[in-house]
T-cell receptor, first 109, second 113 residues
Framework: QKEVEQNSGPLSVPEGAIASLNCTYS??????FFWYRQYSGKSPELIMF????GDKEDGRFTAQLNKASQYVSLLIRDSQPSDSATYLC?????????FGTGTRLQVFP | DADVTQTPRNRITKTGKRIMLECSQT?????MYWYRQDPGLGLRLIYY???????NKGEISDGYSVSRQAQAKFSLSLESAIPNQTALYFC????????????FGPGTRLTVT
């Protein structure tokens, strides 16, 4: 079992819709969780981090954490074509970030 | 100016050559990392350093070495490049709000022929 798992996608959503990206992790003791956005050929860019169970909102982005079920999700409201990218989930574990392989999101007009 | 810079941005080299990738940062962070990214495999950690005197191997350190010349500089060397080291290489730093989130450089696209 991979430590951090994401569906590779692509996840296709129409412009204006809500995109929901999910991530599960294997280490129940993990405490810190991150979402990165990566455009093709570019470097990962930090979008959000979350530590506590529940929701954390930042603009059009909402991160959700459920430690009991060991999953993290990212919701993107009012999706725009410019949101089309690969979204990486990362979990902090023993001095390192463990990254999932990412979910590719496609937002079509 | 970018907070984390990498040189070169693109490099083509031949099998057996030694090559160095350089990373510099102006964020004042203590922790620095080197990753490689391959299609379908995601980001894999090669080496990381928590300060000038601290170097640690990541999950795929074989065939690579690093040098932490200063708090702001962390270099990655391929002693004898081989074609399966063709990849996108990223440097990252951490030490921000939480101390755990990482900030990435623009990447170096390395091709070994």
């Amino acid at each position: 079992q991979k430590e951090v798992e994401q569906n590779s996608g692509p996840l296709s959503v129409p412009e204006g819709a809500i995109a929901s990206l999910n991530c599960t992790y294997s280490d129940r003791g993990s405490q810190s969780f991150f979402w990165y956005r990566q455009y093709s050929g570019k470097s990962p860019e930090l979008i959000m981090f979350i530590y506590s169970n529940g929701d954390k909102e930042d603009g059009r982005f909402t991160a959700q954490l459920n430690k009991a079920s060991q999953y993290v999700s990212l919701l993107i409201r009012d999706s725009q074509p410019s949101d089309s990218a690969t979204y990486l989930c990362a979990v902090y574990n023993t001095d390192k970030l463990i990254f999932g392989t990412g979910t590719r999101l496609q937002v079509f007009p | 100016d970018a907070d984390v810079t990498q040189t070169p941005r693109n490099r083509i080299t031949k099998t057996g050559k030694r090559i160095m990738l350089e990373c510099s940062q102006t964020k004042g962070h203590d922790r620095m990392y080197w990753y490689r990214q391959d299609p379908g495999l995601g980001l894999r950690l090669i080496y990381y350093s928590f300060d000038v005197k601290d170097i640690n191997k990541g999950e795929i350190s074989d065939g690579y070495s690093v040098s932490r010349q200063a708090q702001a500089k962390f270099s990655l060397s391929l002693e004898s490049a081989i074609p399966n080291q063709t990849a996108l290489y990223f440097c990252a730093t951490s030490g921000g709000n939480t101390g755990y989130e990482q900030y990435f450089g623009p990447g170096t696209r390395l091709t070994v022929t």
